[in-house]
């Protein structure tokens, strides 16, 4: 019988190692598909790791107030942040919203002169467009719509109120729009 | 040269965001549909949004390396001699059994039983039981994370290092288990996965070289103590 994410809690709270390792096996995708979109495929696999290291550390303090994914989600999104900041140091405050005008400059670094492209790559021009938004949009627009979450959970893993987040939605979406609007509309 | 957007653009911008995000009331919901009959701009804006949507939930999953797990596992915290203790007394453990197993305790009891049964009745010096070879063999269980593998077996100074002798079984998502009787003394093995992968036991307490550029997993099984 497959045991659901409490019992294996409290049993690697009690320090069950094997029950955390089958937490780490039911939502490493997950956590991996969140440090994937952040930050790209280079460091994506090593703060997938850190983020469980540091869920295992810290199992002590869970309460059970909210769902283990959405506890972990959190972790999972702060490693993200701590990785970006090293990453551009003093470059960007990744909690202040940006103008507009930055965004769209930013966007059109990455454009590339191949945009007509066929079907298939239509993802990874997606990728690329979420890759160079804004990081508050980013997480709010992977937490939304790769990983499926509603906006109380978002609201929770973020510590951010639902109006913001659906703004910072809105804009990620009319920022990606923009950004794949140059693709022909054959391939849409 | 750029339209200045009006307060309606903004407002067609909040209704669409919000039917995207399946918002709306029924009624707003109606008047919406209507105006999207008659409104080409506002048609292309939200058909965009949609396919936007789309795309994103249809962006392929990472694939998780096999080895993910196990690296994990390899950089927590050893647990405390505390934990460790707490977890042995406090584990609870399944108790698997069948009518023969059943039998053979009963047995077992009632012998037992006569045996014992003189002993409370007459008073005596009792000999210090002697502990046998057999006594002496103590279960050992490993156990590995290796999600995605068709098959893991193990292969030590215990079976030759013949992998063939010793396959773990499944026992949840990933993780693999196997409990082999030992008698005292240190044994150095590793896991094999998918018939060809060999990789040491990152559970292990102890790890040394095997002489040849790779590391072997080492379990030290002591005697248990008799009383």
């Known amino acids: ?38 930050l790209g495929p280079a460091e994506a696999e090593d703060v997938a790791q850190e983020t469980f290291v540091a869920a295992y550390k810290a199992l002590a303090a869970f309460k059970f107030d909210s769902k283990f994914s959405t506890w972990l989600y959190r972790i999972g999104v702060n490693k993200c942040t701590d990785a970006l900041r090293t990453r551009r140091p003093g470059k960007t ?35 690329k467009g979420i890759q160079a938004l804004p990081a508050v949009y980013r997480e709010s627009f992977v937490l939304k ?44 | 040269m750029t339209t200045p957007r009006t307060f309606d653009d903004d407002a067609s911008d909040v209704l669409v965001q919000r039917f995207v995000d399946q918002e709306l009331t029924a009624h707003e919901r109606v008047q919406f549909v209507a105006r999207l009959g008659r409104d080409e701009g506002l048609r292309r804006r939200t058909i965009e949004l ?59 009891v009632l012998i037992a039983a006569i045996l014992v049964r003189p002993l409370m009745t007459i008073p005596r010096r009792v000999p210090a039981p002697v502990v046998s070879a057999e006594s002496s063999i103590t279960p050992v269980r490993l156990v590995i994370m290796q999600p995605g593998a068709r098959t893991v077996q193990v292969a030590g100074d215990f079976n030759g290092w013949n992998p063939a002798q010793t396959s773990l079984e499944q026992i949840s998502d990933g993780a693999w288990a196997v409990t082999i009787s030992l008698k005292p003394g240190r044994y150095a093995y590793m896991f094999v996965v998918d018939g060809r992968r060999w990789i040491a036991d990152p559970f292990a307490a102890e790890q040394h070289d095997d002489g040849f550029g790779a590391r072997n997993a080492v379990v030290d099984v002591r005697p248990e103590k008799s009383l």
């Open chain 2, 50 to 108: 949609e396919e936007l949507v789309i795309e994103a939930e249809r962006l392929p999953r990472p694939i998780v390396p096999d080895a993910f797990a196990a690296s994990v596992m390899a950089r927590l915290p050893r647990p405390t001699a505390w934990h460790r203790m707490r977890n042995a007394v406090w584990t609870p453990r399944t108790l698997q059994w069948n009518v023969a197993g059943a039998m053979a305790a009963v047995c077992a």
């Open chain 1, 145 to 188: 719509h790769v990983e499926g979450l509603d906006y109380d959970e978002m609201s929770e893993i973020l510590g951010v109120n639902r109006d913001t987040l659906k703004m910072r939605v809105y804009k990620a979406r009319t920022l990606l729009c923009q950004s794949l609007a140059h693709l022909d509309g054959a391939h849409r």
């Open chain 1, 1 to 38: 019988m497959e045991l659901d994410d409490v019992a294996l809690v409290r049993a690697s709270q009690r320090g069950d190692r094997d029950a955390f390792g089958a937490l780490i096996a039911r939502h490493s995708r997950s956590i991996l598909s969140l440090t994937t979109r952040m």
């Open chain 1, 93 to 127: 405050s990744l909690d202040a919203e940006p103008d507009d005008g930055a965004v769209a400059g930013e966007i059109a670094d990455h454009e590339t002169p191949h945009w007509k492209l066929e079907q298939a790559e239509l993802a990874w021009e997606l990728e």
